[in-house]
């Protein structure tokens, strides 16, 4: 019962939720859309904590999703045992970059003065959340090992089965509760996803590398 | 042949007396809000001096505008290729810190404070935190040279300058001054545009006004670093770039902007200029000593029939094109070649021009000592006894020619002499007359000169053409169905985040 509400209700909802409200507000409150960027009032601790926290969830997040569309070459590259180590080696190294880093991004939010002004409760949340979600994930990496194989033949089933709409929560049932958390906290970052300033991700402007120089609007060729 | 049309404008430096009430009017109407309130879209700064923000001219440290690579234009910011790796922080970003904390003081203490033995004191408190604040800069903290030489020091453009020349520019026997009234240049080849990650920047077509759509900028803040000018503002409240929007719901029914309204000085003209957008390119891979040359080549004559067949092809309606004809602008930049861009070596094609500031020009100097002039021959001295270095002018308007800048110069003393001949007649109408002749100018052009410079009405200094937006948006919807929806801007408070 609970295990279908964590694991089968929740990460509905959340998708669900992330999915619609990120729609409804891109198209009814387009000015909400932004980074909210505050380099402007501090730059100096943002250059380490935003540059590490990017790159390094960056390359952890495209290994999630690489072995979530291709578990099997997952599994072939990890036949052998030193190019497993290498995998898990740079796995573990790029989260231990995004902890750093999000530990420098909330370290600032609450020490600079002029941060604090533009800081909101649901950016609190947040970073708590990304900081839970990177810690747990480094946690699960040092004390169950080898999770690149085991991510390929329980955990991206799983995640399919949900796609699918044919849930199977069994996969995941029989993992260790710090690993379930794991999961629970990355849905809980996809139900924040559309409330709060990390819709930014969702308008990464690589429209750039294949726009025009320069934009020139006329009237009488449409409104915009 | 691309022929568009652009709202241009001339700040006549001549006339400025610094007064700063453009930049009031601007901030009056459009900045007075949270967020906004560091921002000056218009400031006057003194020259020499760092401005505002600080050192803006430094673009090794803010890499602003355009310069060629490979034979190929390209932002100075970042290369197409290497884009994206800056977006999470923006090594050139000016930082609040290189404007100034705006601040306020808080008056209710003097009517709330308990009673005490001394008077009580409306301490200042910044207009971020709401805090104390211990003020340390202002938007023009080096106003008339104050705080020299620590800030006109550091002025870029400086290093134009022989150490003998900025020495004498620092005593205070021989210093010299002008103010330099700065807004959004709305370019013909806009680097905030080209730099913008979401294309929220765009440059209208009827009238080349450069605006930013406010719910499609993400606030990458990309726009603010490639501004050469830095007039491209973070707005740190509701975390999207704001800018100078040449008061457009004025200029579309034939108004001056506010700044241009309020000028104490009326050194400001409005007027339309056509423009070859084709040649910008090319012009903009030109080395930067024929840059103000071809920056005036883009510029199209209003009177050649090729040039209105295009522009007609392009939309531009005849009420547009009459009014190019009769553009002041026009006049001063490509008839008289009085007017000059801001830093051409920018390449961004600036729609702003300056006429140069004559006076105090002229002084006569022995043995390093500075000499009050005692007789007309003496004022109108010849321009190498200027006080302001050729030099410093050429680095602000001629790319570091000093040849465009000596020919505005050169005229403008001339017609000053001839005046003086004309009107006084303690000048020899002979040597006056040489004088022109010299400075590529006969008594008719010298008089036009005059009298756009002195006797200039409104009518003269503003022609603008009132838009016909209103037509075009008709053929395209129902203006009914806009009914009640009118005006400019969306109608949601510009609130930060969800």
Redesign the interface.
Known sequence: MLTNFLFVGFPYVALVLAIVVSIL?FTW???????????????ES??WG??L???GILWVLSGHLFAFFLPEAILAWNARPLRLYLLELTGLSMALLALVGVVALIVRRFTD??V???T?P?DVVLLAVLLYQVASGIDVAIRYRWGSAWFSTNAAPYLWSLLKLAPRPELIAPLPWMVKLHFLSGFLVILLLP???L??FL???????W?R???????????? | MDI?SQVAMVFHLDKCIGCHTCSIACKNVWTDRKGADYMWWNNVETKPGTGYPTQWENQEEYKGGWMVKDGKLQLRLTS?GK??QK?????S?P??DEYYEPWTYRYEDLFNGPEQDDQPTAIPVSK??G?YIDIEAGPNWDDDLGGSPLYARNDVNLSALSEEQRLQLLSIETLVMFYLPRICNHCA??AC??A????A??????DGIVLI?????????YC?SACPYKKVF?N?????SEKCLLCYPRVETGQAPACFHSCVGRIRYMGVLLYDADKIEAAGLKPDAELVTAHRDLLADPNDPAVIESARKN?VTEQVLQSARKSPVYRFVKDWGLALAPHPEYRTFPSLFYVPALGPVTYSMENGVALNPTSTEEIFAPLEQARLPMSYLASLFGAGQEAPVRYAMKKMLAIRTWKRATEVGDVDLKVALAGLREADCDPEQAEAIYRLTSLCSFEDRFVIPASH?EQ??E???NPLERKGAAGFG?R?A?????
């Open positions: 507000r409150r387009p000015f909400s859309y932004s980074s909210l960027s505050s380099q402007f009032l501090e730059t943002l250059f935003s540059s926290w990017h790159w003065r002029r604090k002004v533009v909101s649901l409330f709060t300033r819709v930014h308008v990464v402007p690589i429209f750039y590398y726009r120089p320069q934009v020139v609007i006329w009237n009488r060729k449409g409104l915009r | 568009r197409k884009f994206l977006i999470f922080h923006q090594p970003l930082t609040m971020v935190t805090q080849n806009p545009v080209a913008c990650p979401s294309g920047i765009y440059k209208r077509g009827e759509n406010q719910n499609v900028c993400r606030g990458w803040r603010v973070y740190w409240s509701t975390g999207k939309g937006r075009a948006v053929v395209l919807t969306f949601e510009p609130q930060r985040g969800f």
